[in-house]
């Protein structure tokens, strides 16, 4: 910001009545956020974000690149907190309301004048904050959904040389995809020969979803392992019958017990009572 009358008077009150309008930000802000920030987080926060608006609307430029960062870093916060863009916007935008009480309270048609001027500089950092928000935030979505993606896509250990890996939901390309790298790579670790892909939990079974099965079977494969496909329910039977879809030579079973068994059998392992052994 340049430095006409107007503006020099903002600038002058922000320095000569900084105490009163940083407590009345601090108060706004405060009320803002409702609790979820204690007052001494706000004031040490604004504190050092009205040293630089004080410094930047002199024309310092080092100030004026120091105090966007500063905001996106607070913007960045409050994303990761789960703060809504009103209640992170409102850090910014209220050092307006602040100033133009004070000014209103001083008077002068000058004043009115600078502050027209101070209010499109806040308006710009608005912005940047508001982009910083943003950012933050589709990144942290994008992290809590490649996170749940993991979560919903367990591999275990179900016995010596057996892989379970239970599927519940919708079998979509993204999540075939983390199904296939975690099992391949359990396989690797483990040097298991059989995994059981269960699919009691998956709704509905169309063309795109046995295929997406086929290619983790082919996967298996490859690795020297053999995949079996449980939890083939009626519904399901019948579905993949009037597709006409085909699972080649690639076993399916009606439940995890049978798979297992299967799998036992495959191993050369028999289950046996202890009044048998």
């Not at 502050?115 to 994008?142: C, H, N, P």
């Amino acid at each position: 910001m340049s430095g006409d009358t107007g503006e020099e008077r903002v600038a002058d009150l922000l320095r000569s009545r900084r105490d009163a309008v940083l407590d009345r930000w601090v108060e706004l802000v405060t009320e803002g956020v409702r609790g979820r920030i204690t007052e001494r987080e706000v004031r040490t926060e604004l504190t050092e974000l009205y040293g630089l608006v004080e410094r930047a609307i002199t024309g310092d430029g080092t100030a004026s690149g120091e105090l966007r960062a500063a905001l996106a870093e607070v913007s960045r916060s409050r994303a990761r907190q789960g703060f809504s863009p009103s209640e992170t916007a409102i850090g910014v935008f209220s050092l307006k309301r602040a100033v133009h009480e004070r000014l209103r309270a001083s008077g002068g048609d000058g004043a009115n004048a600078g502050f027209s001027e101070f209010s499109a500089y806040i308006d710009d950092l608005g912005l940047t904050t508001f982009e910083a928000y943003v950012a933050t935030r589709e990144q942290v979505i994008s992290d809590q959904a490649a996170q749940l993606l993991e979560l919903s896509t367990p591999v275990v250990k179900m016995w010596e040389g057996i892989l379970g890996v239970p599927l519940v939901g919708t079998l979509d390309s993204a999540r075939t995809q983390v199904v296939m790298e975690t099992m391949l790579q359990m396989l690797a670790d483990t040097g298991s020969r059989f995994a059981v892909i269960d699919i009691t939990g998956v709704a509905a079974v169309d063309t795109q979803v046995a295929q997406h099965l086929l290619k983790t079977a082919m996967a298996a494969r490859l690795m020297g392992a053999e995949c079996i496909i449980s939890g083939i329910r009626p519904q399901i039977a019948h579905t993949i019958a009037a597709l006409g879809i085909e699972f080649g030579d690639i076993v399916t079973k009606a439940s995890l017990a049978d798979a297992l068994a299967h799998a036992m059998r495959g191993l050369d392992l028999r289950v046996v009572r202890g009044t048998d052994a």
